[in-house]
């Protein structure tokens, strides 16, 4: 079984904005380590429900994010930001300094604004800091279109499922966008080797946002893509983009 880093998960720990979960799905961090460890997966690079459901206490949320993550060799973190809360920002910038924050996370839909209107606030921070921006996508063409003006900005347009995430990649001028197969589009029977077919396999990170990672880890496991290609997706990609997560390999 090949190893595999989870960049794309969230958790619920007992928050204010919470998912919902019942018997049939659980989301707290002892569940889905226990599940992953199953499958060969490394670490997860995560950010909490409650800080991206809801633009309540997305600076509170970082925070006990940040302790965790510092505490637990298996959870890596993304720094939610609010482009209309300055201390998001304030915050990301110290965090970031940590080796267990590998980059910036914004959540337009549930944070209630369009990508459009912050990307380039967002984006030029993100510039500034030579970071990963990994975002659930909105207008995917024409923000990523924008990230020709911020080279040393990273852009993760997030759940692979439409020609659009293909298309961004494609068009990007200097290789800064990227995309994960996180997220429940990755049912659809063609897409991740169409995705590989058009524009390889070394701007795709793996990722389950929480839903089954045994499903996940299927999809790429048996897609028809090389093994070259699945192992730039399990974790070669990971490790190449944050050079700190090469100490998962040595324990
Ligand atoms: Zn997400």
Redesign the pocket.
Known sequence: MLNAIDM?C?FNHGAPHDTKTNELYLCDNDFLKAERKRMGVLAMAT?SFSS?LSNQEVYEENEYLYKLAQEDPFIYQWVVVDPRNEKTFEQARYMLKSEKALGL?M?PAYHGYKIMEYADKLFAFANDLGCFL?T?PENEIESSRLADKYPDMKLIN??LGIVEHVIAMENSKYGNVYTDT??SLSYRNNVLEYAVKRVGSDKIFFGT?TYSCAFQRGRVEFADISSEDKENIFYKNAVRCFPQLQKLFKQ
């Open positions: 794309h969230h950010s991206v996370k959540h990994l659930h997030a759940h996180s997220g946002d």
